[in-house]
């Protein structure tokens, strides 16, 4: 059962999102919040697998509760809620190590996929959204993601990130690499605690910044046979 706290200050949009999430039988509702403060205060208390996180919400903005839950939990999956996907908050949410967001008025079948993507570890943006998300962070120059060239990293671990940054899907990367799905979350996983990342799109990020991936999103080092 994949354990789920909303943090939203609007009390219809909460209860349409827990009824989506409940109805889908593999999901709980283990809290929901009013604002940024009290989000904090449950994902300690109840130690969710994923959160969705408002970002426009009284006291303590849903931007600050990240920082603050990621700080006690820096593997916590957080995905952000959101009225407009260009929104600047949510690149700064992305930056501080939300794995993804939603949309809203997003399809309702497609909030149900994202929370069980968070909580896998998979990837949540699509290709062309996770492009425009990468562009953006070079072009602001996001120097302190992580350092260059990606040091101490397994020839393995160096392709796997490669293919992270192409946009690629845990399963996509399996079958690249003639591997297991769980192979390839353990690369990942492994990849990012070695360069201090929370997240995907900061490992794609570094993926660019390093010269493994080129500006058409192809890998430069072609994977192994």
Avoid: C, W
Avoid at 99 to 118: C, N, S, T
Avoid at 185 to 211: E, F, P, Y
């Amino acid at each position: 059962m994949i354990r789920v706290l909303i943090a939203d200050d609007q009390a219809l949009v909460r209860a349409g999102v827990r009824m989506l999430l409940q109805a889908a039988g593999d999901m709980e509702v283990v809290g929901e919040a009013v604002d940024g403060a009290e989000a904090v205060r449950l994902a300690e208390r109840h130690l969710p697998d994923v959160i969705l996180m408002d970002l426009r919400m009284p006291k303590v903005d849903g931007l600050e509760a990240i920082k603050r839950v990621l700080r006690a939990r820096p593997g916590g999956r957080i995905v952000v809620l959101t009225t407009f996907a260009e929104d600047a908050n949510v690149y700064a949410a992305l930056r501080a190590g939300a794995v993804g967001f939603l949309v809203k008025d997003d399809d309702p079948e497609r909030m149900v996929d994202a929370v069980r993507r968070a909580a896998a570890g998979e990837q949540l943006l699509a290709p062309s959204v996770l492009r425009r998300v990468v562009e953006r962070f070079l072009a602001a120059g996001e120097e302190h993601v992580a350092p260059a060239p990606p040091a101490g990293l397994t020839e393995r671990e160096v392709e796997v990130l490669a293919l992270v940054g192409a946009g690629l899907s845990n399963a996509e990367i399996a079958e690249e690499l003639h591997v297991g799905v769980t192979t390839v979350k353990t690369h990942i996983a492994a990849a990012m605690d070695k360069l201090g990342l929370r997240n995907r799109i900061q490992a794609a990020v570094v993926a660019h910044r390093t010269g493994l991936v080129d500006a058409s999103f192809r890998p430069v080092r072609p994977p192994r046979g």
